[in-house]
């Protein structure tokens, strides 16, 4: 008997449907919660694509698993619907993205249906939809109350081809991460969220199970420093010029101090003399980009302004200089120069013939003028400091510059706070009005949602394309009066997938943003799965939301995802899979082929969840040909030869699978199942034995275990069947082998039976002619022996 992959899958996909499986009974007590959740897909494409499956699939059968085990499992899905592609779309066909958002959404909703994937369809979200934006910006408004949403003359990374502003985690290497193009700088009033009011908040990782290298990642873009603050008097200026150091026992050999270009004392600085010349190197320097003046082998430029600082630790004068190496925006904007112990300070002095004075001196590395020594050591020309170590002169140096009130201890942060504002259509109005004097106001609750109008263009000039709306001038005017002007830039749309988590559980209700003891009950999320670029953007973001909403009384648990897994990529021609790089696999030809579970296996049989591969079709055939063989082995009869070798393999098998899919290990689990299989046409298997393998094998090919237990005479779905459990004792093979130590360090192993004993171990070691050897320099004085697990001989 044939299987017949399209008639089963659509068959059992029914099934599912009309019984509510993938539906959560919030209500069940008897059940422990997990909530299952992966990141939820951009509909900018029409369809999804093999990447989008090599994510799903293992996600859905880690949730059958969970289900299987006796879990209150909650699996939702959702899509990320606001954002550049769909404005870009329109652009280039007139297609508003309200249409093609819309077609794109019910495009996925069957690809992910046609997964076989137990998602929970009656929590949906979709961002752009104003059911669920209103609540997106009722989250700005909390912030906006609680005095953590702002809005200041910044300059701001500006991408000049999608002709808007973009947060500094959106720039790589300079360039638009969506578009690639060059990014500039461009001075604009924007808002921000105080997301550094949270820096040390976003650094305890104590309640997280994640990957270490993702939290190294956040700990690095936060940028933790510990250092001081020091004020340097300006000859002839009132105003002093503040610096930050994380090596203040340096202080006595600073000979210059260098501020930005954009730095705002510039004007007060630069004397008569000078002015022509700084102000010509400052507008270059600001004509270039961040990465361009931070670029690692790039000449130290700059200029001397004509004015003098005051070293507040000993009354020494230095120079004021000016250059790009230094930006206005990190840290102070202005650095106190210390050649012999920075390297990019030495380099900049020896450029421009500046003095360099030796005052930490390091035996082990000592400074030799051709470099910067930047260890710590014991300090030398430093007055009465001088002999004191590196760490306690840190202290003693900012103790006595907080006597004199020209500096202190301070804790620095690289984090900056968080651009919101974007210059394009397609996302969440920012929920603010300016009365006629240009004064912000809060759009009152009752007014949301705050609907994003549709008389506009969409091609970028620069503006927002919300300024040429009369329906949303208009609109403002007729409620809170004439010349009354509506904020015209929309939400970051990292705004919509920071909090669509809480929204969920309680994803219909209309009269607030979620339900708080629901949301309590269900979080954290248990698992959250996506990719690991999002670590110092949507990770972060999501953070932050969810501490501030948990300090305003709004959600009980603090950090939002407890354990995170990212998955591998699926490349193509080596590069990830892409509409714009012309390189996208769609599954729809493999599942109208082979059928939904096939490609389901081979994409996990690729290699490991997390590690993922590239991408080809070439073996695919055989795991068609395992699923025929599987059916086969389940509806046709077959006499168990050896019964107690059928058990002990079947045991064995339910442990391999049970223990590879705890580590997300599929690929282990489809190889193992395959070679079980491979066991019973020689050996044999009865219906017992067969209902066992067909539960091991649900979570990765549902329809097709669904389909097997019902011709096994089981009436209900697998997903309600007890997941299978091993006897410890079928588990451990007869015959294995062991490690042999001499003095505790391994020479050699043996193979043996489990309950061999140490007369029988100590012969087969001593005609081991790697262990021989060592045995013959000496004599055996004890003998430690545990069975199954070592032999060591202690010799002498």
């Known amino acids: 008997m044939r299987y017949n992959a399209r008639k089963v899958e659509e068959k059992w996909r029914k099934f599912w449907g009309n019984k509510g499986l993938a539906k959560t009974d919030f209500h069940d007590d008897t059940k422990k919660k997990y909530y299952n959740l992966v990141m939820f897909p951009y509909p900018s494409g029409d369809k999804l694509h093999l990447g989008h499956w090599f994510n799903y699939g293992p996600v859905d059968s880690w949730g059958r698993y969970l289900r299987m085990k006796g879990y209150k499992v909650f699996q939702p899905m959702g899509f990320d619907s606001f954002g550049l592609p769909a404005e870009n779309y329109a652009i280039k066909t007139g297609i508003k993205p309200q249409i093609s958002i819309k077609s794109n959404v019910d495009n996925m909703i069957e690809q992910l249906t046609n997964m076989g994937a137990l998602w929970d369809w ?55 991460e969506r578009c690639g193009s060059e990014v500039t700088k461009k001075n604009l009033v924007q808002w921000f969220l105080k997301i550094t009011d949270y820096a040390e908040d976003l650094l305890d990782y104590s309640a997280v199970d994640w990957p270490e290298k993702t939290i190294a990642m956040q700990e690095n873009w936060i940028g933790r420093s510990e250092g001081s603050e020091i004020d340097f008097g300006v000859e002839g200026v009132v105003d002093k010029i503040r610096v930050y150091t994380t090596r203040i026992d340096t202080l006595f050999g600073c000979t210059y101090v ?36 931070l670029a690692e082998g790039r000449e130290k430029s700059g200029v001397f302004t004509g004015s003098y600082a005051v070293n507040p630790i000993n009354g020494n004068r230095v120079p004021i200089w000016v250059a790009d190496y230094v930006i206005g925006h990190y840290g102070t904007g202005a650095v106190m120069a210390v050649p012999a112990h920075d390297e990019r300070d030495f380099e900049f002095a020896e450029k421009h013939g500046l003095e360099v004075l030796e ?104 503006e927002s394309p919300l300024a040429q709306s009369k329906e949303f001038v208009k609109r403002t005017e007729e409620i809170f009066g004439k010349g009354w002007r509506p904020e015209v830039d929309t939400l970051d749309t990292f705004m919509c997938s920071s ?26 999320v248990d698992m959250y799965i996506g990719g690991p670029e999002h670590a110092c953007m949507h990770l972060l973001y999501a953070r932050f939301i969810n501490m501030a909403l948990h300090d305003m009384g709004f959600v009980g648990v603090k950090e939002p995802f407890k354990k995170l897994v990212h998955q591998g ?21 493999f599942v109208d082929k082979y059928g939904s579970d096939v490609l389901r296996m081979y994409l996990m049989f690729m290699g490991p969840f997390t590690a993922g591969g590239e991408w080809n079709d070439n073996g695919i055939n055989g795991v068609a040909r395992f699923v025929e063989k599987f059916w086969n082995m389940v509806t046709a009869e077959s006499a168990v030869k050896d019964r107690g070798l059928l058990e002990k393999n079947l045991h064995k098998l339910i442990k391999k699978v049970s223990d590879s899919i705890e580590k997300m290990h599929f690929n282990v689990i489809v190889a193992a199942l395959m070679e079980f299989v491979n066991f019973v046409s020689k050996n044999g298997i009865d219906s017992d034995g067969k209902k066992v393998v067909v ?53 050699g192993d043996i193979e043996l039976s489990v309950e061999a004993d140490e007369d029988v171990a100590m012969k087969l070691a001593k005609d081991n002619a790697a262990v021989a050897k060592y045995l013959d320099s000496g004599k055996i004085l004890k003998v430690i022996y545990v069975k199954g697990r070592i032999l060591n001989i202690i010799v002498g």
Not at 510 to 520: C, R, T
Not at 723 to 738: F, G, N, Q, S
């Open 258 to 293: 260098v501020v930005a270009p954009e730095h705002p004392f510039m004007s007060k600085l630069v004397t008569e003399e000078r002015r022509s010349e700084v102000e010509s190197y400052v507008d270059k320097s600001l004509k270039m980009s961040d990465i361009e003046r």
């Open 695 to 747: 539960a091991l094998l649900s979570p990765i090919a549902p329809h097709l275990a669904e389909e097997c237990w019902e011709y096994l005479g089981e009436k209900d779905s697998v997903v309600k069947a007890k997941w299978p459990e091993y006897d410890e004792a079928l588990v451990v093979d007869d015959v294995m082998k062991i490690g042999v130590q001499i003095n505790g360090k391994v020479r």
């Open 499 to 524: 909090w669509y988590f809480l929204r969920y559980p309680s994803a219909n209700l209309e009269d607030k943003p979620f339900d708080s003891d629901l949301v309590n009950e269900m979080l954290p």
């Open 359 to 462: 005052v930490v001196k390091n035996a082990k590395n000592p400074f030799d003028g051709t470099g910067a020594m930047t260890e710590d050591g014991v300090l030398i020309n430093s007055d009465d400091f001088s002999g004191m170590k590196s760490k306690e002169a840190r202290v003693k140096i900012t103790e006595a510059l907080e006597k004199n009130e020209n500096g202190s201890s301070k804790v620095n942060y690289r984090l900056r706070d968080w651009l919101i504002s974007r210059q394009r259509y397609w996302g969440a109005p920012i929920p603010v009005v300016y009365d006629p004097e240009g004064n912000a106001h809060p759009v009152p609750e009752d007014l949301l949602p705050w609907m994003l109008p549709e008389d506009v263009e969409f091609k970028p000039d620069g």
């Open 122 to 176: 009656d929590k949906t979200v979709s961002t752009s939809s104003p059911e669920y934006y209103k609540w997106t910006q009722w989250v700005f408004l909390q912030l906006y109350n609680k005095g953590l949403a702002y809005k200041k003359l910044a300059p701001v990374n500006w991408c000049p081809s999608c002709q808007t502003v973009l947060a500094n985690e959106q720039v790589d290497n300079g360039c638009c």
């Open 569 to 589: 990529m699926v490349t193509k021609d080596g590069a990830k899979m892409s509409k714009s790089k012309g390189n996208v696999v769609s599954p729809d030809e």
